[in-house]
């Protein structure tokens, strides 16, 4: 059974920073795009970042860009997320999750920036939690 696993979160300080892993099981996470995603308390989950299978094009929401930083060691079958200069908006359940090959995205009319197209994914993992606080 096909299964990615988190590991990394935890409770930090503001300004901390955390790397999270996300490993897999009974498949080889080298074939598959990497997308992480957050669920804060009280909203939906969103997509924060991506890396294709080859690591060839990455992807950051507006909000993570500068300071989290996705990557990936084909040969650890781990995919990586560093995340810097935590705030206490960063709180929440961190997700990820396989697509075949590439990073899947959705376009919505209107918005200048692409999102990632949460449905698309096939395989997820069962989060972690990371709390940002004081």
């Known amino acids: 059974q096909v299964q990615l696993v988190e590991s990394g979160g935890g409770l930090v300080q503001p300004g901390g920073s955390l790397r999270l892993s996300c490993a897999a099981s009974e498949f080889t996470l080298e074939n598959y795009a990497i997308g992480w995603f957050r669920q804060a308390p009280g909203k939906e989950r969103e997509g924060l970042s991506c890396i294709s299978s080859s690591a060839g094009s990455t992807y950051y929401t507006d909000s993570v860009k500068g300071r989290f930083t996705i990557s990936r060691d084909n040969a650890k079958n781990t995919v990586y997320l560093q995340i810097n200069s935590l705030k206490p908006e960063d709180t929440g359940v961190y997700y990820c999750?396989?697509?075949?090959?590439?990073?899947?995205?959705?376009?919505?009319?209107?918005?200048?920036?692409?999102?990632?197209?949460?449905?698309?994914?096939?395989?997820w993992g069962q989060g972690t939690q990371v709390t940002v606080s004081s």
């Open positions: 999750a396989a697509h075949f090959a590439v990073c899947s995205y959705l376009h919505l009319v209107g918005s200048s920036s692409p999102q990632l197209h949460q449905d698309e994914y096939d395989y």
